[in-house]
């Protein structure tokens, strides 16, 4: 039975808190680092912004290879609920979008923008939503996705999705409690900066409208807790809770169990107990984004450890390598045999790779330790202690979810609630035998996740399989039915018109004699060519006309190219007196009319100005001419037979390249 | 008389019943009838479904129904040993190393298509099992990366040789977290 509200309010009018269990005290180490000013230091030259850098999906790349950029401009557009945008960190060019070693445990390359800086740090234009509380949610929300912003506690879910939320929030837990030893960006920055977190906690009350604000942070940060204890002085609904310093107190689901003594379900969400948390860091940006309108682009990244020179807080724009604080900060190799940056705590955090791994939204803390400050990994046998299941804040059992993890007994280890584990760090801590706890559940994590994932894939390859299947059976059917059907409709038609098929055979054969025939006609009577339409058309049917046609047409071409020849011939051989009507014998013969109506069609064809010559001299001068003449005609004859005999070739040729050419 | 009407009594009682739980179990098979041999929808289950035809038979399902008939359950490569040891355990039969006819277990691959060579011949479409290709006669054919099983089946019919199998890289999500693997690069 989970706590009512009321109760909740009175036990902490008594300035009375709950307990998580286990937990370890390690050494704090915090003021290595936190006894100066946040500083900000010189732009990198090149800046590597991750493209992806929370929980969700990547936004849509809206920018190319070799463009300007000013500070603050959208590198990628929000496509999707889960998918938050990125912003160039300062102006400069885009020299790259590439793969690029990643702010992850693995250094696999992911998807980076590089960006080289201009130096002038000059800003886009910023569009503030000052009077916030007179939008719509969905515009403050709009805009906080916008500004890119994601949980900067660590895991990086999108802020505008935990902003609103489905159920009623009694309380609103502002998480200030940096309970990781070293790191001291959220206590800097609720040192120098508590007005304007205080600015985003109201803006995610407008949003969230809460019962009760709880601003939770560790005993061992007093001006943190005195800086927003002013800061919120004038609202009866925030309330600065002090918690008392243990490791991890910082942890969701620990910090909810110490103020209100409510467990969020496993697999579940806090809302579901009534509960929401956002971290100081990300309450900053939403401020921010909302009054100043400015995306997140920098955020506090402490860099400390003994191998740093002057440990300390830093504003650090989003996409700088790891090697740019490092220079800053200086680094010095004295203490460590070999190089080791952690990202992020000594208990949660990880080894980077490179010295180019870039600072993303979620970093809070660059580590470098001397080798005696961190234990070597030096891993013996579990003696059985069970030392590991007295400090784990999630009432786990350690040591049975390390003889799964380890033995591959994955679903053994998910009997044992191993996805219930934070992976704090705190069983690994206190063992005795050194050994590594949370890797193997890590390696545990991911084998499940994956095996879960590789199921997912060969249910779908199942179901597509399946799919396919059926649809070829089907496909298979439709055709044997229409292959049934034709042949039922064939057998149908011979059965009901025998002759129709006799009939369709001789049609077939008077088509095959007639082309024959008009083939024939082309090979051995060009003369008459003309007339083979005409003949056709009355002896053979539409069919058969329809394929001299072309032969027709083709021919009718080869006959103006013979006519155009035989002119030509005609002009060269005759001589000029006789030339009228040689012209004309020559157009007639063309004209493919017979020999023995040539000597009429000298005169019946002439034009009348040649009648009129004829006329007066025909009945004189024929008798005398009529021998020369006849030569004359001769020649010309043949070499109008010889342009015709050419026609001819070329027709042939032309119709074999028709035949072969499908229409 | 008494007696006899004793015997008639039980046997007339032992009757009824028998005949009541007679139409009971009657009813209860119709209506609860299995509509499928379950053993055979489980040992799909554990099956790769990559539908590379391996074993011998034409697909994932072919193959569980012959397990279930008595067929060995080392015949699958894809799945390996994991498989195997599922496919023992949910059997209560010895697991046995793969079987080497075969084939050999391999990395994951997924099939990839150069895409400038490709012909559009539509032959490796009508190969894949899973209709993981995309094309249509005469234009280029692409894979859906997330739907191909690996399987293979594509690669012989293509008549260019333009399709490669590659081998699935391992990205931020899919890594196991195979720490000693990162190699450690020299800072400073």
């Known amino acids: ?663 | 008389m008494s007696l006899s009407f004793a015997v008639l009594t039980a046997l007339l009682a032992i009757g009824l019943l028998a005949l009541v739980f007679g139409v009971v179990l009657g009813f209860a098979a119709v209506k609860f009838k299995v509509e499928s041999d379950p053993l055979v929808e489980q040992i799909d289950q554990i099956l790769p479904q990559t539908q590379c035809g391996q074993c011998g038979y034409p697909g994932c399902k072919p193959y569980a129904e012959a397990i279930a008939n008595g067929d060995e359950i080392n015949k699958c490569p894809p799945g390996g040993d994991v498989t195997i040891k599922k496919l023992a355990d949910l059997m209560g039969v010895e697991p046995k190393s793969l079987d080497a006819a075969h084939g050999q277990e391999d990395i994951k691959k997924v099939a990839y298509i150069r895409e400038d060579e490709c012909i559009g011949c539509t032959k490796c479409i009508q190969a894949c099992p899973v209709d993981a290709i995309l094309g249509a006669a005469k234009q280029m054919h692409t894979v859906i990366v997330d739907e191909c099983t690996g399987c293979d089946l594509c690669v012989d019919p293509c008549p260019v040789d333009c399709i490669d199998m590659l081998p699935v890289t391992n990205n931020t999500s899919t890594w196991r977290w195979n720490i000693d693997a990162i190699p450690i690069k020299q800072v400073g």
């Open chain 1, 1 to 663: 039975m989970q706590n009512s509200f009321e109760d909740i309010i009175e036990k902490l009018d008594n300035h009375e808190l709950w307990d998580f269990p286990g937990g370890v005290f390690p050494a704090e180490r915090k003021t290595l680092s936190n006894q100066t000013p946040i500083v900000r230091a010189a732009i990198p030259k090149h800046l590597y912004v991750t493209v992806k850098q929370h929980i969700g999906v990547e936004g849509q790349i809206i920018v190319d290879v070799g463009q300007k950029v000013l500070k603050g401009q959208a590198l990628t557009k929000s496509m999707n609920p889960f998918a938050v945008p990125i912003h160039a960190p300062t102006s400069g060019e885009i020299t790259a979008i590439h793969k690029h070693v990643s702010a992850h445990p693995s250094g696999l390359p992911e998807l980076t923008i590089e960006i080289s800086s201009d130096q002038e740090d000059k800003w886009t234009k910023l569009y503030p939503l000052i009077d916030y509380q007179n939008q719509p949610k969905i515009q403050v929300l709009t805009a906080i996705c916008d500004a890119g912003i994601s949980g900067m506690g660590g895991a990086g879910f999108p802020t505008h999705i935990k902003s609103s939320p489905k159920k009623d929030v009694d309380f609103l837990i502002i998480n200030g409690i940096e309970c990781e030893p070293y790191i001291t960006s959220d206590d800097r920055l609720m040192r120098e900066h508590a007005w304007q977190i205080r600015q985003g906690i109201d803006v995610l009350y407008h949003l969230l409208q809460p019962k009760h604000v709880l601003i939770a942070i560790e005993n061992n940060k007093p001006e943190a807790i005195e800086a927003l204890q002013v800061a919120c002085r004038e609202n009866a609904n925030y309330r600065v809770c002090i918690v008392p310093t243990k490791y991890p107190a910082g942890g969701e689901k620990q910090l909810i169990q110490v103020l209100t003594n409510r467990e969020v379900p496993a697999q579940g969400l806090p809302v579901d107990v009534g509960v929401i948390m956002h971290n100081v860091g990300t309450c900053f940006a939403i401020a921010d984004a909302v009054f100043s309108g400015k995306p997140l682009i920098e955020r506090v990244v402490t860099v400390t450890g003994e191998s740093i020179e002057n440990p300390g807080n830093m504003w650090t724009l989003i996409g700088s390598p790891v090697a740019h604080l490092l220079t800053h900060y200086e680094y010095k190799q004295t203490g460590q045999k070999r190089p080791n940056i952690i990202m992020g705590g000594p208990m949660m955090g990880f080894s980077v790779t490179s010295d180019l791994v870039p600072v993303v939204k979620t970093t809070n803390c660059i580590l470098v330790p001397t080798d005696n400050e961190i234990a070597d990994n030096n891993e013996q046998s579990c003696i059985r202690c069970s030392a590991c299941a007295d400090v784990c804040p999630a009432s786990l059992l350690p040591q049975q979810l390390f003889w799964h993890s380890k033995a591959k007994e994955l679903d053994k280890a998910q009997e044992y609630n191993l996805f219930d584990c934070i992976e704090c760090g705190a069983c690994a801590y206190v063992c005795p035998s050194e050994i590594p706890l949370v890797h193997y559940y890590r390696i545990a994590k991911s084998e499940i996740r994956l095996e879960q994932e590789d199921k997912q894939k060969s249910d779908k390859a199942r179901v597509r399989f399946e799919k396919r299947e059926a649809r070829l059976i089907a496909e298979q059917q439709i055709r044997d039915e229409k292959h049934r059907l034709a042949a039922e409709a064939r057998r149908h038609a011979m059965k009901s018109n025998g002759n129709t098929a006799k009939d369709k055979i001789a049609a077939a054969i008077a088509r095959a004699k007639a082309k024959k025939q008009s083939t024939n006609i082309v090979d051995e009577k060009p003369i008459e060519l003309a007339e083979v339409p005409l003949a056709n058309k009355s002896e053979q049917d539409a069919e058969a006309d329809a394929s001299t046609k072309v032969s027709s047409s083709n021919q009718r071409v080869q006959a103006a190219i013979a006519r155009a020849k035989a002119k030509k011939a005609a002009a060269e051989v005759i001589i000029a007196p006789i030339g009228m009507k040689v012209d004309l014998d020559a157009d007639d013969l063309t004209e493919n009319k017979c020999k023995t109506k040539q000597q009429n069609n000298v005169v019946l064809n002439s034009s009348p100005a040649a009648k009129v010559n004829s006329t007066e001299s025909n009945i004189a001068v024929e008798p005398t001419e009529t021998e020369e003449q006849q030569i004359d005609m001769k020649k010309h004859r043949i070499a109008a037979a010889v342009a015709k005999a050419k026609a001819k070739k070329i027709a042939k040729i032309e119709a074999t390249i028709k035949e072969n050419k499908p229409s």
